[in-house]
């Protein structure tokens, strides 16, 4: 197994591959990677990739709270890759501290509504806190579900006509739109859940 081999298999499979079935094969190309990983290092300080596979690695052995670090580090060279949020988010999305999870969603999606599975956790969570920064999130989402309008209308879902309405009445400050809006959002993603076996 060469260097980069190790990043482009799954987790699991790396792991059951190599940890089960070829363990001191696995031991030798981890200890390998890592003394490649300590040159890169050395060569490239700038640009963030070394964290990122950093990052990667960690994954692959199973240490999320290493691998949110590293991504963190090489946020701080690579600002404006946006990635790196959503990478640090879909670590810490089932994370048992509610603000992690919450925190984690906000970086992933600022300056970012363009990726569905990070908009319904945003659009959950503003909906929950009744936070008027869901009218942004409903605009961007009304666009992003709009070439789905038919399959959500074979479930009874009408995007075109539902989403508007609710975004007027958050316009209109209707306080009672909230506990509404937060049912018909969970109806539509678990739709486009069934729909396109997303996680």
Same mark, same amino acid.
């Given at each position: 197994?060469?260097?980069?081999?190790?990043?482009?298999? =799954?987790?699991?499979?790396?792991?059951? +591959?190599?940890?089960?079935? +070829?363990?001191?094969?696995? %031991?030798?190309?981890?200890?390998?990677?890592?003394? =490649? /990983?300590?040159?890169?290092?050395?060569? &490239?300080?700038?640009?963030?990739?070394? $964290?990122?596979?950093?990052?990667?690695?960690? +994954?692959?052995?199973? *240490?999320?709270?290493?691998?949110?670090?590293?991504?963190?580090? #090489?946020?701080?060279?690579?600002?404006?890759?946006?990635?790196?949020? =959503? $990478? @640090?988010?879909?670590?810490?999305?089932?994370?048992?501290? #509610? %603000?992690?999870?919450?925190?984690? !969603?906000? &970086?992933?999606?600022?300056?970012? /509504? *363009?990726?569905?599975?990070?908009?319904?956790?945003?659009?959950?969570?503003? #909906? $929950?806190?009744?936070?008027?920064?869901?009218?942004?999130?409903?605009? %961007? /989402?009304?666009?992003?579900?709009?070439?789905? #309008?038919?399959?959500? %209308?074979?479930?009874? !879902? &009408?995007?075109?006509?539902?989403?508007?309405?609710?975004?007027?009445?958050?316009?209109?400050? &209707?306080?009672?739109?909230?506990? +509404?809006?937060?049912?018909?959002?969970?109806? @539509?993603?678990?739709?486009?859940?069934?729909?396109?076996?997303?996680?």
């Amino acid at each position: 197994m060469g260097f980069f081999d190790v990043f482009k298999k =799954s987790r699991k499979q790396v792991n059951r +591959e190599n940890q089960e079935q +070829e363990p001191a094969s696995f %031991a030798a190309t981890l200890l390998a990677t890592k003394k =490649s /990983l300590a040159i890169l290092h050395q060569q &490239d300080t700038a640009s963030g990739i070394p $964290e990122i596979l950093d990052a990667k690695l960690a +994954e692959i052995l199973d *240490d999320p709270e290493t691998a949110v670090k590293h991504y963190q580090k #090489a946020m701080t060279l690579r600002p404006n890759d946006q990635m790196l949020g =959503s $990478e @640090i988010f879909m670590l810490l999305r089932n994370n048992p501290d #509610a %603000a992690v999870r919450n925190q984690a !969603i906000l &970086d992933a999606t600022k300056d970012r /509504l *363009d990726n569905l599975v990070l908009l319904e956790t945003l659009v959950r969570y503003q #909906a $929950e806190n009744k936070d008027p920064q869901l009218l942004q999130s409903l605009t %961007a /989402l009304i666009d992003m579900l709009a070439p789905f #309008a038919a399959t959500l %209308a074979n479930q009874t !879902i &009408d995007i075109k006509t539902e989403l508007p309405a609710f975004k007027l009445r958050l316009e209109q400050q &209707d306080t009672t739109v909230w506990p +509404e809006l937060k049912t018909r959002l969970i109806q @539509i993603f678990n739709v486009m859940r069934q729909e396109f076996g997303y996680q």
